[in-house]
């Protein structure tokens, strides 16, 4: 069954460093998005893309971050100055543009931890 | 503006108990999806359930089972007879739309204990 998958699993940085978190979307599917969970908290929306383009983005997507498909099969999320507060855990999803459903399918996760 | 609640923080129940995870839901569409996901131990979040707002049958799916009721705002999930396996945090999910393409919002979550 196809699936969604991150790496690094387990990221490690230094506040201030730069890190990408990569991706792969199930190959036929269209929309991407990225969300992040603190530790102990709930799922928090970042942004969605769509046909190499940000669709929608929440409040907490600030300059700092950035989305890229380079590839056509990965998809990243940058952090460009990490903060301790970006610790987290940080998933990938992505879905079918065709139809009625609204089914996301969420990668693993990667967790960064920022020191 | 969309909103999912989960009041329940934590449960802890005796494994073959029955259980049920509440979840009340604010929006202002009349067409959205609501969603359950488990996340384990493990930490991947795991699909289990999708509803949209015009099919308010109740579904049973094995030991689980789901309450949508529109009246209420809600989207109850129960599991019968539990079981360690079950322990985890469960999410409740809002999504608005006709084209389904808006982000999933998130209640908080629920921590489920299942004891031997």
């Known amino acids: 069954e196809p699936e969604v998958t991150q790496t690094p699993s387990h990221q490690v940085t230094q506040m201030g460093q730069e890190v990408i978190l990569r991706c792969v979307p199930i190959?036929?599917?269209?929309?991407f998005y990225w969300y992040r969970q603190i530790l102990g908290q709930k799922v928090e929306f970042l942004v969605s893309f769509y046909n190499n383009e940000i669709s929608e983005k929440s409040e907490i997507f600030d300059d700092q971050f950035s989305v890229e498909r380079p590839d056509g099969s990965n998809f990243t999320l940058k952090i460009r100055s990490t903060k301790l507060e970006d610790s987290a855990m940080y998933f990938c999803a992505s879905r079918v543009l065709a139809g009625p459903y609204n089914e996301q399918f969420f990668g693993p996760g990667t967790r960064l931890t920022v020191l | 503006a969309q909103k999912v609640t989960q009041a329940q923080t934590e449960i802890s129940v005796v494994e073959k108990e029955d259980v049920t995870l509440d979840c009340v839901y604010e929006t202002r569409d009349t067409t959205y999806y609501l969603f359950w996901y488990k996340q384990p131990p493990s930490g991947e979040l795991v699909f289990l359930i999708r509803?949209?707002?015009?099919?308010?049958q109740n579904e049973i799916s094995g030991r689980y089972s789901w309450n949508f009721q529109k009246s209420t705002s809600s989207f109850n999930f129960t599991i019968t007879a539990s079981q360690v396996v079950d322990s985890a945090v469960y999410f409740c999910a809002l999504s608005e739309g006709t084209s389904g393409n808006t982000p999933l919002v998130f209640g908080k979550g629920t921590r489920l204990s299942v004891i031997a």
């Open positions: 190959s036929n599917h269209l929309y």
């Open positions: 509803r949209n707002s015009f099919d308010e």
